[in-house]
């Protein structure tokens, strides 16, 4: 039966034993659980958009949810609308007020209106108001991969994305947005037919500028065309925060620079980034998931920033190395 069982980390940095831990997509059985921790659940916006759009698969498939270990330690995923989106019904005896996480809780956004409504919330639920890089640069993401999903997955629920600002000794935004849709190889492969049957490429192509199509928006110009994920990715690395993307057996992520040296260095293929990790899924994601890490103290003119991470890309498709089709 389709499942998820949450350890008590889910992170983008605890990442790779979350996703192991589970099956989400199996389609035996007349009913999906979810099962928490039985002590404590930290879930960081990676973990609760994944488990959104997993709820509404479900939901378009019929499977009824059931919850198992709801507790106290419950309570944040409750906040972030993590059991509303999935049907359950759950009273952390809570009061709503002024969305008090510095978050944006789960959202369903299924056109582009609802989008837009997004983009517009955001400066007053992460408290963004006077930080006006900072929120151009968490804007521009939110963009880019909500519109990726309503443009090329075909999902019928559309994108689930939620997110966190962090304060105290660093300063940082954490992006998820998630779907379940056709999935990266499957929306390449149109194109490069091979690429369908290796999700790992299917990622490498999705990074590189001038793949996937033609950016639009406050930042978007013809000499950007399929730039977004490589301006995203460019955006985390950037700032020093970590950069994941998963879909169908496949996942990439970019863990954080250590050094200003670092940040500064940008790779046209993500696959040359040394501090990267790519495996495979022993269960497939139906799908796409994208999180990102934005260091809002270390943006000071995100404009400018924007137009240096530009310069890094060739004004005409040019691979580093040969795509191979193996």
Known sequence: M?????PNDASIHTARNFLNTNAPFAVNGNEAIIEFHSRWAHLDPFALASIASWGGWC???NFPIKA???????NYAARMRLFQNLGIEYDPGLQEHEEAGRFLPITQIQNHTQLTSAIADISALLHLQNE????????????ELIRNVLEHSGSPEGAFICAHRYTGKTQRVTIAVADCGAGIPAHLGRV??????????????????????????????????GAGLFITRSIAKGTGGYFLIL????????????????QMQL????FDEPRHDEWILRSPWTGTVVA?????DRIQDFEGFFLWIRKQMPRRQKLSKPIKFT
């Open 2 to 6: 389709p499942s998820i069982i949450i």
């Open 59 to 61: 939901k378009r498939n």
């Open 68 to 74: 198992n270990n709801i507790g106290k330690h419950a």
């Open 132 to 143: 006006p890089d900072a929120l151009a640069a968490v804007q521009y993401c939110v963009s």
């Open 192 to 225: 490069y037919p091979d690429v369908s049957a290796n999700a790992l490429l299917a990622l490498t192509l999705a990074m590189r500028p001038g793949i996937t199509g033609a950016i639009k928006g406050v930042y978007g110009t013809t000499e950007n065309a």
């Open 247 to 262: 879909s169908s057996d496949a996942v990439y992520r970019l863990r954080r620079a250590r050094t200003d040296e670092e």
């Open 267 to 270: 790779y046209l293929d993500g």
């Open 292 to 296: 990102v890490e934005i260091r809002t």
